[in-house]
């Protein structure tokens, strides 16, 4: 609906990895580095971390963009609360290998043998890539690992990417994940985007949709949407692309941080709505402090009320001229 309305020519802040969205903030482009240094060794395991919503599928997206297909043999899992055997299993079905009830595991590592050969001599490499790698047991790493020790002609017959949120980092760094962590070539954790990156990245996201400046974003709006998102670039696309679609139904030109925070106020009520959780209001008042707060709370929610108000009786306006409009 917003795109419409700002004439954009698609939606911005999808929440869906888009590699042609792909912002090169330091630390993505950090990232980027140590993955192309990573398959330039041609072996091993590669290692990205970061919190949720910081970007490390569009970053490996990038990378495929990047990747010429013709090299590659690429499979990928994003479901990892699975039991070894059934990653094996689901490594293998990625990987093109039939797979039938009850066929033992020694027949499945002589098919991905098999299959590797293969992809030598047409000229491509294997890349698996783990999502959610957290999730997964040590005993399932350790499947992971044993995969990388197959060779043919000499060479590792597969590279591993695995991507996983920060409480990975510990699991690698224990003693019982050692042999594992011995085969880590590259590693590098995504942190969150500053303030002026922040900025950039709304801008260059708006660009990408023909933005010609309307609607306008005020300096402090910019500001405010850091300030509420932490510079995690999914909570930065969920509270922009709910600011738009306010400022669409209310027929804004301008997005001022009185925008904004009115906007993550009404997203934190709302469960969270992938922002960080709104703090609970204290029990223990202190007095003049406490009633101030109370106050600009009041004042805050009459201010919501007002706002969901006009953009209900908006939406009730479009249902109808759309209505009419089609007999």
């Not at 109370?294 to 007002?306: F, G, K, P, Q, V």
Request: proline share 4%; net charge negative; glycine share 8%.
């Amino acid at each position: 609906m917003y795109e419409k309305f700002y004439q954009f020519t698609g939606i911005p802040f999808l929440l869906t990895p888009d590699s042609r969205f792909f912002f090169g903030s330091s630390g993505h482009s950090r990232a980027i580095a140590h993955l192309v240094y990573g398959l330039a060794q041609e072996e091993g395991f590669i290692v990205i971390t970061g919190e949720v919503g910081a970007g490390k599928t569009t970053l490996v997206e990038q990378l495929w963009s990047q990747l010429d297909r013709h090299s590659y043999f690429i499979a990928r899992i994003v479901t990892t609360q699975v039991s070894p055997d059934d990653l094996l299993r689901l490594a293998m079905a990625n990987f093109g290998i039939g797979d039938t009830p009850g066929l033992d595991k020694a027949t499945l590592l002589r098919r991905f043998e098999f299959m590797v050969q293969e992809q030598r001599r047409a000229g491509r490499r294997c890349l698996l890539v783990v999502d959610e790698v957290q999730n997964l047991p040590l005993a399932a790493l350790e499947e992971l690992r044993m995969l990388s020790n197959i060779t043919v002609d000499g060479k590792a017959s597969l590279q591993t990417i695995l991507l996983g949120q920060p409480q990975f980092r510990p699991i690698l760094a224990s003693h019982d994940a050692e042999q594992l962590r011995q085969r880590v070539l590259a590693s590098y954790h995504l942190g969150p985007l500053t303030e002026a990156e922040t900025r950039g990245y709304i801008e260059h996201r708006l660009k990408m949709v023909q933005w010609s400046g309307d609607p306008h974003w005020n300096d402090d709006a910019f500001l405010a949407v850091h300030r509420h998102t932490d510079g995690i670039p999914r909570r930065i696309n969920t509270l922009c692309s709910r600011v738009l679609l306010y400022g669409a139904l209310e027929e804004a030109h301008e997005i001022s941080a009185a925008t904004v925070d009115m906007t993550a106020s009404e997203l934190n009520q709302d469960l969270g709505a992938g922002l960080a959780p709104a703090p609970r209001p204290s029990l223990v008042c202190e007095s003049e402090r406490d009633q101030d707060g109370i106050l600009r709370r009041i004042e805050m929610l009459e201010a919501n009320a007002s706002r969901q108000d006009r953009v209900f009786r908006r939406l009730l306006n479009l249902l109808e001229a759309t209505r009419e409009a089609r007999g």
